[in-house]
């Protein structure tokens, strides 16, 4: 069973940054694909990016491709979501994700365990 607890998140003028991370715990964390996916009240959960087990592979959506950059720290089970250049579009509940499997883009229904979302809210 894996645990995720987020962090940041909030309020942020268009063109800035913002910060979420997503710490794991529980289980073998360390050996998951972790992925944020995002949710807009009304549409369905769509996958943001997305990082393998050892980290060095990758996934962005085309949406946030150039503005994004997820990564991991390992030794502290924890996942990182740099946001960059945001936009109004970006407003959303970004949630971290994680399952067992070498696929960088998985459906949102065969996600295995889900943090508990934050809110990212862009001001135009």
């Known amino acids: 069973q894996v645990q995720l607890v987020e962090s940041g998140g909030g309020l942020v003028q268009a063109g800035g940054s913002l910060g979420l991370s997503c710490a794991a715990s529980?289980?073998?964390?360390?050996?998951?694909?972790m992925a944020w996916f995002r949710q807009v009240s009304g549409k369905e959960r769509e996958s943001v990016c997305a990082?393998?087990?050892?980290?060095?592979?990758?996934y962005y959506s085309d949406s946030v491709y150039g503005r994004f950059t997820i990564s991991r720290d390992k030794a502290k089970d924890t996942v990182y979501l740099q946001m960059n250049s945001l936009k109004p579009e970006d407003t959303a509940v970004y949630y971290c994700?994680?399952?067992?499997?070498?696929?960088?883009?998985?459906?949102?229904?065969?996600?295995?365990?889900w943090g508990q979302g934050t809110q990212v809210t862009v001001s135009s």
């Open positions: 990082i393998d087990w050892s980290g060095v592979n990758t």
């Open positions: 529980g289980g073998t964390s360390a050996l998951y694909t």
């Open positions: 994700a994680a399952y067992i499997g070498d696929e960088l883009v998985r459906p949102a229904k065969l996600v295995g365990y």
